[in-house]
């Protein structure tokens, strides 16, 4: 048990992990790049990486020195073919991870109304291009609560955080004389059609459940260790599992939606993971890296394979 609890320590603590990962997620992507801008989308991923690390060493939610939840996050992304093309949504994650940045930086701060507006900023921009973020909006407001730092100011800040990148968005469009392309968002997003999943690829499904599985079993021993961490940690992890269960209501409200919120799913569960296997040095934290290690060889040969047979 010692042997197995110093290869989990030099994994989770090791400095030759994330070079390490580094190299076999380069080696996904050059197996899986096609004729798009694949190249793109992995220096999107790459940008989301360092700003995951200014995330842990800001505000401490790993109570230990890490960059696993950096190894995680680019290996679930990696392998997660269908995120690889570059779009729209590509942006998301980076997007995301900078209004999360501000959001935490606003717990019980004398004057949160620039951290607020600069989160739900952030928040905004990613949803003009993913429409669907924007319902994150309101768990964003009511977190206010718990991270003791509503007030009227930061209320009123949030709101025009949300509401700028829109108005530039319709001037843009005014000045264009192409107004519809401001609404059609607003009209996408009404149109609900619950579990739905039709239109939605195998290998995203498959990768879905996978991840979300094990998010989930990350996200209950966090729940019932949570005692552990300091009151700050815990409201940050606490929060990141909020947004992680919210997810999953769109992604079943909205399976067309998969590609964007999945990689929403995928910020949470790179930090719940992270925290998980860099804290927890038990019988069961042993077991679960080898069938978390199983599950991305799984995944990565399935959506390789996949993506080859469909190209056949």
Known sequence: MKKRNKIQTAIATGRFTLPVVAIIVLFIWLISMGPGTEVINMLLFAATGYLLIELNTTFSLIRVRTTLHVSIYWI?????????????????PLLFTASLFFFLNSYEHTNPAPSIFSSALFLSAASILFPYII??????????????????????AALIGLATPYWFFFA??????????FFL???????????????????????????LSLSFICSIYYISSSYLDRIRSRASLTFIILIELWGVVLWLLYPSTTVGIMQI??????????????VNKN??????????????IFLAVFN???QFFSFL
């Open 172 to 181: 843009y469009t005014f000045l264009t004389d192409n107004t519809d392309i």
């Open 185 to 211: 968002p607003f009209a996408e997003i009404t149109k609900i059609s619950p579990m739905d999943f039709s239109k939605v690829g195998l290998g995203e499904i498959v990768t879905s459940i996978v991840i």
């Open 283 to 296: 019988r069961f934290s042993n077991i679960f890296l080898i069938i978390t290690i199983i599950c991305f």
């Open 135 to 156: 319902y994150y909006a309101p768990l964003l407001i009511l977190s206010m609560i718990s991270f003791r730092c509503m007030n009227v100011k930061s209320i009123l």
């Open 304 to 306: 390789i394979w996949t």
């Open 76 to 92: 679930a992304t990696s392998v997660c073919i269908f995120l690889h093309p570059f779009n729209a949504s590509s942006f998301i």
């Open 265 to 278: 799913q995928i910020l949470c569960y790179s930090l719940l993971a992270g925290h998980f296997f860099a």
